[in-house]
């Protein structure tokens, strides 16, 4: 309990840089099946899935995390910033509004969370039609656990999806990026709600 309780600490601005304390901002869910298990999110009128290939899955100690493979996965939907036209995009305009939103995350964690992050790289992809930018950066040298924090983002509607891991161990970073690309590859977005209670039991069928 002490190690996991120190472990939250370490990542409450990994949070932080995600939510801010919105109330805005949500999480997606793990619906473990029999087969198969996805991480899934029902707005009020527009729905995602994403599914997870991996040998495990199961939800992770610390809340709003899932555990792959050994690795903390996040997903975060955050609102859009207010008056940003979403209106009449066009890959071009996308790439313009992730890397906003991505100097703005990077700001407020440097601004308001007092962290001296390092080295941030970003890399814009495109996949089935859809715009993502990959981005991370290496935490403060007084860091002791979590090393690197690598995020994956695309826009969704009139929000931003945010997958997320920490790394704790350099050598996973390679992983991780190829756990977030392999997530998003399979990201299917629906335009009503899905009943996430439902599709769970069809998964356990």
């Known amino acids: 309990m002490r190690k996991l309780f120190v ?6 601005s990994t949070v ?10 949500v999480h997606a869910r ?12 029902a707005g009020k009128e527009h729905s995602f899935t994403m599914e997870v290939v991996a040998r495990s899955v199961k939800p992770s100690d610390l809340p709003e995390f899932i555990n792959i493979d050994g690795l903390i996965v996040q997903s975060t939907l955050l609102p859009v910033p207010e008056g940003i036209d979403l209106r009449h995009l066009n890959p071009s305009r996308e790439k313009d509004l992730l890397t906003r ?35 991370y950066f290496d935490m403060p040298a ?13 826009l969704f509607y009139d929000q931003v999806v945010d997958l997320n891991i920490p790394i ?13 690309v392999k997530l998003a590859g399979t990201l299917k977005t629906y335009n009503k709600r899905l009943d996430l209670d439902l599709l769970s039991k069809q998964l356990n069928k």
């Open 142 to 154: 007084n860091s002791k656990m979590v090393k690197r924090q690598v995020y994956l983002s695309t």
């Open 7 to 12: 472990l939250i600490l370490l990542l409450s």
């Open 16 to 25: 932080a840089i995600c939510q801010k304390n919105s109330p805005e901002d």
């Open 30 to 41: 793990l619906l473990r099946g029999k087969k198969r298990s996805l991480i899934a999110y």
């Open 168 to 180: 704790f161990n350099l050598n996973d970073f390679p992983r991780a990026k190829a756990q977030l």
């Open 101 to 135: 939103y991505m100097k703005d995350e990077l700001d407020y964690y440097r601004k308001k969370l007092r962290q001296n992050y390092n080295k941030p790289e970003s890399e814009l992809l495109t996949m089935k039609g859809r715009v993502f930018l990959l981005w």
